[in-house]
C-alpha cells in the first residue's frame, strides 16, 4: 500500500512553497550548463569526453593528412561496389515493381493487429467502457520530466505515472501561470485557490487505489487537474466545487478536453453527494478540522479515502481513512502537507 519510503521534506508541503531542485549539478547538467556554476564558458573537449565517459584526448581529434586520404580511398570502393550491385540488380527491377508486398507483410487489415492497436494504452479503462483518455502531444517532454520528478520521491505505480505523463496540466493553469506549468509546485488558479503540487496529486490518487468502474467523489474541484487525473481510472468521477466561477470554468474546461464526463456540481463537499452515493473513494483537496460526517457516512465499506486534516496556516496531515469490510473505520497519517480551507456556506453567496 504505502511504499514505505518517506518523501523528502520538501515535498511535504503542497501550499505555495515552490521545490527547489535537491541536485544542483545534475539539474545544471541537464540544462546544459557545464560544470556548474560556469555556465559563460564553453566546455573544453577534455571536460565533453569526462561527461561522455570517453577517454581524454582519444576520440574526436581531427583527422590527420594520412587519415583523410584513407577515408577518400574507402569512400571511392564503396562507391564502386554500390555500382556493381545496382547493374547485377537491373534485371530482376520489374519482378519487383509487380510484387510490391515482396518481403513485406500484407497490409494491416484493421483490427487488433491494424492501425488501430497504435493508440495510446488506455489506463484503467474496462472493457466496453466507450470513452478512452484523450492524448496530448504537446509539451510532452516537460511533461516527462515532471514524471522523472515525481518518480524521484519513490512513487513507482506506472499507472499513476502514466496519468500524470497525459493529462496535460498547462491547460489546467491560468496563462500567466503556463510557463511554470510542470513545476512540481501548486500554482494559484484565482479565488485564493490552488492547484496542487502535481506529486501530491499523484501521491493522493495512488492512495485510492482505484479500480475501473468505481465510483469516486473529489471534495474541491478547483481547475479540475486532479478530476482529470481521476478520469484515467474510472469514468465515474464526481466533483464538488464551492467557488461557482470556478465550479463553471472547471466544467467548460474538462468540456474542452475530452474529460466531460466529470460530472461537477457547485456547492458544499462538505455534504458530500447524496444522491450518487457511496462512493468507493473520497478525495477532499481542501482542509478540514475533521473529517466531515457526511463523507464517512457516503463512503462504501471497502472504500477508502484521502484527505487532509488540520488547521489552516498551521499542522496539517494527510490521513488515508478506510472503512473495512464490517464498516468500521481506520485512520492512518500519512505525511505532513499544507492545503487551503475547506470552506462552509451557501455557494450562491460567493
Ligand atoms: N483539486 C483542485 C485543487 C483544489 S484547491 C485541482 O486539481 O485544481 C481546493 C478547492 O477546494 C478550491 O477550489 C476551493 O474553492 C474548494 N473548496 C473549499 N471548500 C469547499 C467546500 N466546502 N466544498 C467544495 N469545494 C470546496
Excluded at 54 to 69: E, I, M, S
Excluded at 150 to 164: C, H, N
Excluded at 316 to 325: G, P
Aim: glycine share 10%; charged share 20%.
Amino acid at each position: 500500500m504505502n511504499s514505505g519510503r518517506r518523501p523528502p521534506k520538501n515535498a511535504l508541503v503542497s501550499g505555495l512553497v515552490p521545490v527547489r531542485p535537491r541536485n544542483v549539478r545534475s539539474s545544471a547538467r541537464r540544462l546544459g550548463v557545464y560544470p556548474p556554476g560556469r555556465a559563460a564558458a564553453a566546455p573544453t573537449a577534455d571536460e565533453v569526453r569526462e561527461v561522455a565517459g570517453l577517454p581524454r584526448g582519444g576520440y574526436g581529434d581531427p583527422p590527420r593528412q594520412w587519415q583523410f586520404g584513407a577515408l577518400v580511398l574507402g569512400a571511392l570502393a564503396l562507391l564502386v561496389g554500390a555500382l556493381a550491385l545496382l547493374l547485377a540488380a537491373a534485371p530482376g527491377c520489374s519482378t519487383v515493381a509487380e510484387t510490391p508486398t515482396a518481403g513485406r507483410p500484407a497490409p494491416a487489415a484493421a483490427g487488433p493487429q491494424g492501425p488501430a492497436s497504435k493508440e495510446a494504452p488506455a489506463v484503467g479503462r474496462e472493457p466496453g467502457q466507450s470513452w478512452s483518455p484523450p492524448v496530448f502531444t504537446a509539451r510532452q517532454r516537460e511533461r516527462d520530466e515532471m514524471v522523472r520528478v515525481i518518480k524521484a520521491y519513490g512513487l513507482e505505480d506506472e499507472a499513476v505515472l502514466a496519468a500524470m505523463a497525459a493529462v496535460p496540466r498547462h491547460e489546467f493553469v491560468p496563462a500567466a501561470y503556463s510557463l511554470s506549468a510542470y513545476a512540481d509546485t501548486p500554482l494559484p488558479i484565482g479565488h485564493g485557490q490552488t492547484i496542487s503540487q502535481p506529486y501530491i496529486v499523484a501521491e493522493m490518487t495512488r492512495q485510492l487505489r482505484l479500480r475501473p468502474g468505481e465510483k469516486v467523489l473529489e471534495i474541491g474541484t478547483g481547475s479540475g487537474y486532479q478530476a482529470a487525473v481521476l478520469m484515467h481510472f474510472t469514468t465515474e468521477v464526481y466533483s464538488i466545487e464551492i467557488i461557482r466561477p470556478l465550479a463553471e470554468e472547471a466544467r467548460k474546461r474538462l468540456e474542452r478536453l475530452e474529460y466531460g464526463a466529470v460530472k461537477v456540481r457547485c456547492g458544499d463537499g462538505f455534504n458530500g453527494w447524496p444522491e450518487a452515493a457511496p462512493f468507493d473513494a473520497i478525495i477532499g483537496t481542501c482542509v478540514a478540522g475533521a473529517v466531515p460526517p457526511p463523507l464517512l457516512e457516503q463512503l462504501k465499506a471497502g472504500g477508502r479515502m484521502v484527505i487532509p486534516i488540520g488547521e489552516e496556516d498551521s499542522i496539517q496531515y494527510l490521513m488515508l481513512i478506510e472503512k473495512d469490510a464490517e464498516g468500521t473505520v481506520h485512520r492512518r497519517p500519512l505525511m505532513p502537507v499544507r492545503f487551503v480551507p475547506l470552506l462552509r456556506g451557501d455557494p450562491t453567496a460567493r
